[in-house]
């Protein structure tokens, strides 16, 4: 079955500086990577995705890139602001298969 | 619309007493997935359905965790002789067919002591 495996576990950066989360993947036919933010107490939200079709993908201050040799994923998030403090999971799923969630980021943004 | 519901949103129990949880995924959703999150933890896979096909049961972590879907809409999952380590949070996630994005639950906190 599919592995995914996330670094750093914690991570805390400045506001305004960037965040980049980093996760790998074991299955080569996974074919879908989320990505979700988890607020505490809150249930996971979905930030963005990307597809196996594509490399990169960016809403606003958030990007994901896609290298599907190395199999590996990138969450990036520019200009960082408080609000952005949160526990962040990757995911990676192979088609009509179950989901495989990362360990999880902490992430902390300081004012 | 509504989204994914889950009850009860708490539960305590006794150590050694079943528990029922019920998911009420996104109409329409043929996909549903139990997840267990511990405190502090990430999202542990226990089980997929997919429409009519027999469910993914490769993370029930032991037989003591089963689950139903009904006519492929509520789920229920089941916890029997339950023990202080199966204390987290269950959440339930739908997900259509032609879409992969998964819709969370609140969750169900559960409290064995």
Known sequence: GENVEQHPSTLSVQEGDSAVIKCTYSDSASN?????????????????DIRSNVGEKKDQRIAVTLNKTAKHFSLHITETQPEDSAVYFCAARVWNNDMRFGAGTRLTVKP | GAGVSQSPSNKVTEKGKDVELRCDPISGHTALYWYRQSLGQGLEFLIYFQGNSAPDKSGLPSDRFSAERTGGS????????????????????????????????????????
């Open chain 1, 32 to 48: 879908y990577f989320p990505w979700y933010k988890q607020e505490l107490g809150k249930r996971p939200q979905l930030i963005i």
């Open chain 2, 74 to 113: 509520v789920s229920t999952l089941t916890i029997q002789r339950t023990q202080q380590e199966d204390s987290a949070v269950y959440l339930c996630a739908s997900s259509p067919d032609t879409n992969y994005e998964q819709y969370f639950g609140p969750g169900t906190r559960l409290t064995v002591t």
